[in-house]
């Protein structure tokens, strides 16, 4: 083979890896697109309902019966600090997306940042990642819980899946964790059900092995191990430290977009719920 002749051939091969590298990074984008298109219509359907407008009663025909009281006032409960994250995921109307897909468990949300999201939980841990919120198949998947964690949040340790787009979505901002500034400015996860907002104050964040202990789901009678773990891998110390009787939140995803036997975490601490009004 002349020269020529391999010039010619190397440059069909180039060609070709071109098309193929091109045709894979249009069909990125496109699913990129559709995955924030379904983000869109959910953040749509979810937004709290207006206000109720009663008309005020017609004025009274005369005096009231002697034996009329009005109704007792209802005991006064202790107001919560004010927390703007939670209020702003307060009344979302879940049952929007509930109607569309009932694997619908909550929204999950960190605050000044892209990550805001229905939160699925499916029959296993597969469908999600490659399924939209409303079960179109994309790449991007879906943030989901573990299929086996507790969809009321009330076990010790609940685990969530998304993964870490390019673009920056999905879970794309937890790659940022290991920069204690950007856990200053965003220190709390907070996820909304139909009980109320929980937020989950981090305290740990670190790369985690998929055969570890941060994904064992036979912690019971080890939750002190188990937090002794987490902290003592964790790149940034938030002087947040669980206790046992805690529960606890671990945000899962990829370190990179190659496979890996390693994941990204970063972990809170639940702090306080507010109750759904």
């Known amino acids: 083979m002349g020269d020529q002749q391999r010039r010619r051939v190397l440059l069909a091969v180039l060609a070709a890896v071109f098309a193929v590298s091109a045709g894979m990074a ?3 984008h496109i699913q990129y697109q559709a995955s924030r298109v379904a983000a869109l219509e959910a953040r749509e359907l979810v937004k709290p309902p207006p206000p109720a407008v009663t ?3 017609p004025p009274s025909a005369g005096p009231a019966p002697e034996d009329t009281h009005p109704p007792a006032e209802p005991a006064p409960e202790e107001d919560l600090p004010p927390d703007p994250g939670a209020e702003a ?3 979302l109307d879940l049952g929007a ?8 468990a909550g929204w999950i949300e960190i605050p000044g940042t892209e990550l805001s999201y229905p939160l699925l939980q499916g029959e296993d841990n597969q469908y999600y990642l490659t399924h939209t919120w409303n079960r179109e198949p994309n790449s991007g998947g879906s943030v989901f819980l573990e299929c086996t964690s507790r969809r009321d949040l009330s076990g010790f340790h609940t685990i969530a899946y998304g993964h870490r787009m390019q673009d920056g979505t999905m879970f794309g901002p937890l790659k940022h964790y290991d920069d204690p500034e950007f856990w200053a400015r965003h220190p709390s996860v907070y996820i909304a059900t139909e009980d ?3 937020r989950y104050d981090i305290f740990a964040a670190f790369q985690a092995h998929v055969k570890g202990m941060v994904y064992r789901l036979d912690l019971e009678g080890r939750e002190g191990e188990f937090i002794d773990f987490c902290l003592g891998n964790s790149v940034i110390d938030t002087g947040i430290v669980p206790l046992p009787g805690d529960r606890l939140l671990t945000l899962s995803t990829c370190v990179s977009m190659g496979w890996s036997e390693y994941r990204w975490v970063v972990q809170g601490r639940l702090a306080q719920v507010y109750p759904a009004q």
């Open 26 to 28: 249009v069909r990125r």
């Open 89 to 91: 995921l307060s009344g």
């Open 196 to 198: 109320g907002v929980y």
């Open 55 to 57: 008309a005020a009663p």
């Open 97 to 104: 997306l509930q109607a569309v897909n009932p694997d619908v």
